[in-house]
């Protein structure tokens, strides 16, 4: 029996922005790969020369931590010993070659389709923003508020953490 292919919306969710690099987590590749991560883990230790810094890190317990704390389906890990391994697009693709099986191959190929739509999101977001800017010049001050509301949707969020408990008056 023929298992399903994953849906890349799938993959996508588990695709996690990690020291610069999109990456996934050992467990998350272990599910798709069809082995236990215990196992993937082994697989990559005996062919450890097949996985430059590039391609994989282990994870710091910081990492760790904003993990469990940002990712739902990774919430077992808070119970772990260990700090799971991230893989780069090009480490998820070398350990399909080093698991060597029929579900590694085709989740592989899942894979590289989500990292690939993911580049194009991502370059149609840049793309969306370089017109906006060359319309804000043209338009200048017409359409001065519509640009500012424009670009705020594209921009990402900036987070501004509000300051927990009261300020005492030094006086």
């Known amino acids: 029996m023929e298992k399903k292919l994953i849906p890349i919306r799938h993959i996508l969710n588990s695709i996690l922005l990690i020291r610069g690099h999109k990456v996934m987590i050992d467990r998350d590749l272990a599910k798709l790969y069809g082995v236990e991560t215990k196992r993937l883990n082994e697989q990559v230790k005996r062919n450890i020369d097949r996985f430059p810094h590039d391609f994989m890190f282990q994870l710091t317990k910081d990492e760790k931590d904003w993990v469990v704390a940002n990712c739902d389906h990774l919430q077992e890990l808070k119970f772990s010993t260990t700090t799971p391994y991230a893989f ?42 370089k017109r906006l800017n060359e319309l804000e010049k043209k338009y200048d001050k017409q359409f001065n508020v519509v640009f500012k509301a424009l670009k705020q949707l594209i921009d990402e969020p900036k987070t501004h953490r509000k300051q927990i408990g009261f300020i005492r008056d030094k006086t």
């Open 88 to 129: 780069t697009e090009y480490g998820a693709i070398m350990l399909a070659s080093v698991l060597n099986t029929d579900v590694a191959v085709k989740a592989s190929i899942q894979i590289v389709r989500a990292f690939v739509k993911l580049r194009e999101l991502i370059l149609t977001n840049e793309q969306l923003t």
